[in-house]
């Protein structure tokens, strides 16, 4: 904002408090919505309007302003929603031409009087009465060309939203996710809870986690990774059918597809296992997408996808064997593997770990492959801490990732309920951390007593909500739909 524009902004506000005007009042005259407005009226015509007096109040931000002789146009925004209004020179009350002398673009505004249209058939409102609500000391960017630069939308998502139309249609797509998701589950018997967010012991998941202090007990606390663990302590408690839409953080980088603080959805259900699970998955993102979007096939970064099930299965061994020629099964431990990987004229990196240089490869040589809905299944144990083994192959586990226009929504098992397994587990977790693993699951003892008084066969699944409205909003970043991502400090002015 230039100088003269904020000397001149600050002058007309100065006018408006010298004149006895008070720009920013504590209420609201009785106003009636917009949108609630345009549908009352619908198409009435000019003549219709004349003949009826129709008499309306609104509220608003000014968001443009023209003259056209002694007639003075401006547009008010509701929620998304517009009502142009107008003010005619020796018609218009001399105090509403005089405080328009004092509006900008961007100020709020109520504004009485009565409706017309022009004759290019547009409603109007044309002001008898006109309240400043709050007045704009900055102006708005230009629609078209002031908030372009990503860095900045981000930073300014409140100016991104009232200039950037697809800005605020995904944010209307993030809302009625999160509900739909919310309806389904809701209508299939779930129960939604809350588990805490502040946790003495993380787990749930492979992440790093921020550590925070709890001064009132002395007590090192973890912002929790996960849900898991405490929604499984409810399945044991007897709440069979359990869900929770929460945020979850991790000390992790940023990239097109993670930010250190997320929304997750997990659910858990008592007696079924991964193949309930994919059942269920299927039956949630078509019904999610229908609807959101009042259909199943999208369009996403230039690919079509369809949402609508079945969606094929393939096992994560298969899909790497028939992706770089790896048989990951073959080569069951870390130099092993590292072996095979090269002999394939591949570079192996310098993961710590037998299971982070399977997951590295997959991310690598498969991941961006998966376009349209798919279920990778049977995981090697090193890889899933908290799943149940496959009775025909102990190595493996019942669990399954969908991944979707080349990347990962959901993650899901059939639970471990052996607590003398998933004690072993945690052992080998605790093997792996000592050799370098940042991401390795800690021993959890509350959580095996829990287990120890009998958790039922429990199918469970985790959704990254952000990158399912990615999906739904066709956005190619998941910064796109947060509405206040973490961002790289600015640097000093």
């Known amino acids: 904002m230039s100088e003269a524009e904020r000397e001149a902004r600050r002058a007309r506000l100065a006018a408006l408090r010298a004149s006895g005007i008070d720009p920013y009042p504590a209420r609201v005259e009785p106003v009636e919505r917009i949108a609630a407005l345009r549908d009352r009226i619908g198409d009435a015509g000019a003549e219709d309007l004349e003949a009826r007096v129709e008499p309306a109040a609104v509220a608003g931000r000014v968001m443009s302003m023209r003259s056209f002789g002694k007639l003075r146009f401006f547009d008010l925004v509701e929620d998304g929603r517009k009502l142009q209004a107008s003010a005619r020179k020796g018609e218009a009350p001399p105090a509403v031409l005089a405080l328009l002398d004092q509006v900008d673009v961007g100020d709020a505004v109520r504004v009485e009087g009565t409706l017309w249209r022009t004759k290019t058939g547009e409603l109007t409102l044309a002001a008898t009465g006109l309240t400043m609500l709050a007045k704009s000391l900055r102006p708005l960017p230009e629609k078209w060309h002031g908030l372009q630069d990503v860095e900045a939308r981000s930073r300014q998502r409140y100016l991104d939203l009232l200039v950037n139309e697809a800005a605020r249609r995904t944010a209307l797509i993030r809302s009625h996710t999160v509900r739909a998701l919310r309806s389904f589950l809701d209508g299939r ?17 492979a992440a790093r986690p921020f550590v925070t202090h709890l001064n009132v007990f002395d007590q090192r606390l973890y912002l929790r990774i996960s849900d898991e ?24 980088g940023l990239s097109r597809k993670h930010n250190p603080e997320f929304t997750m959805l997990e659910c858990y259900q008592a007696f079924t296992d991964y193949n309930g699970m994919m059942e269920l998955v299927e039956a949630m993102f078509e019904d999610v997408a229908r609807s959101v979007l009042g259909q199943t096939r999208i369009e996403v970064q230039g690919r079509e996808i369809e949402l609508g099930g079945p969606y094929p299965r393939v096992t994560i061994q298969d899909a790497l064997r028939e992706a770089c020629g790896v048989d990951i099964l073959a080569a069951p431990d870390l130099e092993t593997l590292r072996a095979a990987v090269r002999a394939v004229g591949l570079d192996p990196g310098d993961a710590p770990t037998w299971g982070r240089l399977v997951d590295d490869l997959f991310s690598e040589k498969v991941e961006p492959s998966l376009v349209q809905p798919t279920f ?7 890889l899933s801490p908290l799943a149940k083994r496959k009775a025909s192959d102990p190595r493996l586990v019942e669990r399954f990732e969908l991944f979707v226009a080349g990347m990962e929504l959901g993650n899901a098992f059939s639970e471990l309920n052996d607590p003398d397994d998933q004690r072993a587990r945690f052992v080998e977790q605790g093997r792996a951390a000592a050799e370098g693993d940042e991401e390795a699951h800690p021993m959890d003892e509350d959580y095996l007593r829990a287990i120890e008084h009998g958790l039922p066969p ?13 999906l739904l909003a066709d956005a190619p970043t998941l910064r796109e739909v947060e509405l206040f991502p973490h961002l790289r400090p600015e640097p000093p002015a």
Do not use: C, H, S, W
């Open 189 to 205: 018997g779930f129960l939604e809870v809350e588990t805490p967010v502040l946790q003495p012991l993380y787990g749930g998941a």
């Open 229 to 252: 663990l405490y929604l499984k302590r409810l399945v044991v408690g007897g709440l069979d059918r359990v869900y929770e839409i929460g945020r979850d953080f991790r000390n992790e």
């Open 376 to 382: 990778v299944t049977d995981y090697p144990v090193e």
């Open 458 to 470: 429990t199918g469970g699944l985790g959704v990254g909500v952000g990158r399912l409205v990615m």
